[in-house]
């Protein structure tokens, strides 16, 4: 097929790859302007722009494509028969939409209707699922509602955080699409409508929801924790100052510690979480401090039972 790219991070390139070397024409890249990155803010150009330069595939970085009329110049003369759509982090406009004979086809990271919008895969983590997965389905004016392609389902490890299950997804969705083009250029796939009963939302993260509440169980917590790998992270107060758990973990624990209090046991630093559960930490860092083991804060701060975080 004569294809057009549209994608941005690193999610999209195992995709972008994937299609190149199944012998399809991509005529266009789009993908987000380069952006400030560091301490330096050095501009930088997004992986699939990389990926796209490396392969000499003409690229276009737009800040704007709903009105955009030499965008759609350029796209009404490719004449692409798909547009693919990975992670792009644009809206679709209509008039892009009904270009394509075989439409726009996005790879979405979850099993569509569950966990439609921005962060499905954090989400999907956050929220203690054990299987996810991807799918492809034609894009339309709604978000993430279009009628779905194909599936697959992926399993998500006790242990493992959102950028695990993110390259794992990644890796499964490549193929996925090469599949998809296959079968939609022999005639032997039809778009199957979603149950949008069955719709959940993944809202984009904020600074915020890496707060903890005690209130959660460890479990829950520890979820939360690996869904928001590597931003917006777990963090919450201590005397005053904000405390990043960069580790943590639920424990059995005898005793019963209320909600946010500190309970020093055998050199570990325990924190009694909801439902009478009980978090143990491990790698925290101090606002405006290095990261440290618990037992290096725990000496270095003399911290008491008793205690309380988040406040």
């Known amino acids: 097929m004569r294809l057009v790219f549209c994608g941005t991070p690193q999610f999209a390139v195992p995709v972008l790859e994937a299609v190149l070397a199944a012998g399809h024409e991509v005529a266009l890249?789009?993908?987000?302007?380069?952006?400030?990155?560091?301490?330096?803010?050095?501009?930088?150009?997004?992986?699939?722009k990389q990926m796209a330069l490396a392969h000499s595939i003409p690229v276009l970085q737009p800040e704007k494509i709903k009105n955009n009329p030499?965008?759609?110049?350029?796209?009404?003369?490719?004449?692409?028969?798909?547009?693919?759509?990975?992670?792009?982090?644009?809206?679709?406009?209509?008039?892009?939409?009904?270009?394509?004979?075989?439409?726009?086809?996005?790879?979405?990271?979850?099993?569509?209707?569950k966990y439609r919008g921005a962060a499905p895969i954090q989400w999907a983590v956050a929220n203690g699922e054990t299987v996810t997965g991807v799918t492809t389905m034609r894009l339309d004016a709604?978000?993430?509602?279009?009628?779905?392609?194909?599936?697959?389902?992926?399993?998500?490890?006790?242990?493992?955080?959102?950028?695990?299950?993110?390259?794992?997804?990644?890796?499964?969705?490549?193929?996925?699409?090469?599949?998809?083009?296959r079968r939609l250029e022999a005639g032997e796939l039809?778009?199957?409508?979603?149950?949008?009963?069955?719709?959940?939302?993944?809202?984009?993260?904020?600074?915020e929801d890496g707060r903890i509440d005690f209130?959660?169980?460890?479990?829950?917590?520890?979820?939360?924790?690996?869904?928001?790998?590597?931003?917006?992270?777990?963090?919450?107060?201590?005397?005053?100052?904000?405390?990043?758990?960069?580790?943590?973990?639920?424990?059995?624990?005898?005793e019963r510690i209320a909600a946010g209090v500190i309970h020093l046991h055998e050199g570990r630093l325990l924190v009694g979480c909801g439902e009478s559960t009980v978090m143990e930490l491990d790698e925290v860092q101090v606002e405006g401090k290095k990261r440290m083991?618990?037992?290096?804060?725990?000496?270095g701060y003399q911290i008491n039972s008793g205690e309380r975080l988040g406040e």
Do not use: C
């Open 29 to 48: 890249v789009l993908t987000q302007p380069d952006r400030p990155v560091g301490r330096d803010q050095k501009l930088q150009a997004p992986p699939v």
């Open 70 to 113: 030499e965008l759609q110049d350029r796209l009404t003369e490719i004449a692409p028969d798909a547009i693919l759509v990975v992670a792009y982090g644009r809206i679709i406009p209509s008039w892009m939409l009904e270009l394509p004979r075989f439409g726009n086809i996005n790879l979405h990271g979850s099993l569509l209707p």
């Open 142 to 181: 709604g978000l993430d509602t279009g009628p779905m392609l194909l599936a697959q389902a992926v399993p998500i490890g006790e242990e493992e955080t959102a950028v695990d299950v993110y390259e794992n997804l990644a890796e499964v969705g490549a193929p996925l699409m090469v599949e998809t083009l």
């Open 190 to 207: 039809f778009p199957t409508s979603q149950d949008h009963s069955l719709a959940t939302h993944a809202p984009i993260l904020t600074r």
């Open 215 to 254: 209130n959660r169980t460890a479990k829950q917590i520890h979820d939360r924790w690996r869904g928001f790998q590597p931003w917006p992270g777990a963090f919450t107060m201590f005397r005053g100052k904000k405390l990043i758990a960069h580790g943590l973990h639920p424990v059995a624990h005898s």
């Open 293 to 299: 083991p618990a037992a290096e804060l725990m000496r």
